[in-house]
């Protein structure tokens, strides 16, 4: 069985419908189904209920989280590759999973997105990923298909309420050195306003907190410095990166030049 799609919900009943619909009328039918729901009052598990012959398994039950009932699903699934779409999440077509397949070649293997309006979410990470790219973004795990035997020696960290799936990309991809794979298949469409945009601060919080476990505060002084850098110009000549004052002066005077020929250019 080359897939196992896993769907948590909680109280999102129109969302998980079509959550659901995108994942049963894939062309491609080798993947099993499994449905996490919270316990959810709002008529979700009708929902799962109506569509019941074509999952493989559910529970509702209460949850501490959604990296629970995340780790739920992983414990039930059995296939070589696990996708997370979660409620309100879907396919972005129905040969997702066809149009997949022959690209299963690496630990995580990672599509594209796109936003509700249909436009694009761009990478956040290269092909060869680094650190600095993570310190600044993370993968979508819509968009995602990871091996399950990544999952054997550790599940999601039930600690983190919104980072723990990119605090695992940075285990597996940084520290582990696991294979990834960007794929030219748009795989899902994002439902915007999920957690991390909505507790922004929380977000953060936790992600300096996972930040501070895994690296020494010298490290992390040099992500933060790298961050800051408001010109990618600024890369790309290395005379320029040995010295960070000269950095900030050639972008002081850069800003000073558009800010003096802005009133030409309105005129012309």
């Not at 696991?178 to 794929?183: E, G, K, R, V």
């Amino acid at each position: 069985m080359k897939y196992s799609i896993i769907t948590i919900n909680y109280n999102n009943r129109d969302g998980l419908r079509k959550t659901i619909e995108s994942v049963v009328n894939q062309s491609y039918k080798d993947f099993e189904y499994i449905v996490i729901d919270g316990g959810s009052t709002d008529g979700s598990c009708e929902v799962i209920e109506e569509y019941a012959g074509h999952i493989d398994y559910w529970v509702s039950e209460p949850d501490k989280g959604i990296y629970n009932a995340m780790n739920k699903g992983i414990i039930a699934a059995h296939g070589n590759y696990l996708n997370f779409m979660n409620s309100g999440d879907y396919f972005y077509d129905e040969n997702v999973l066809s149009n997949t397949l022959p690209h299963l070649n690496a630990d995580i293997v990672t599509g594209k997105s796109v936003n509700e309006d249909f436009s694009a979410r761009p990478f956040h990470v290269s092909e060869n990923p680094t650190m600095i790219q993570f310190y600044k973004n993370t993968v979508d795990h819509q968009a995602s298909f990871i091996s399950r035997k990544l999952f054997k020696d550790s599940l999601y960290d039930e600690n983190y309420k919104i980072v723990s799936d990119w605090k695992f990309y940075i285990e597996k991809i940084i520290f582990q050195n696991c294979s990834f794979s960007l794929i030219p298949v748009t795989v899902a469409i994002f439902q915007n306003g999920g957690i991390s945009e909505i507790q922004k601060e929380l977000n953060d919080a936790e992600r300096r907190e996972v930040l501070n476990k895994l690296f020494p505060p010298r490290v992390i002084k040099d992500f933060e410095r790298f961050n800051d850098k408001e010109s990618p110009m600024l890369d790309l000549i290395p005379q320029f990166n040995r010295t960070f004052r000269l950095q900030k002066v050639i972008l002081w005077v850069t800003k000073a030049i558009l800010y003096l020929y802005k009133p030409f250019v309105r005129k012309h």
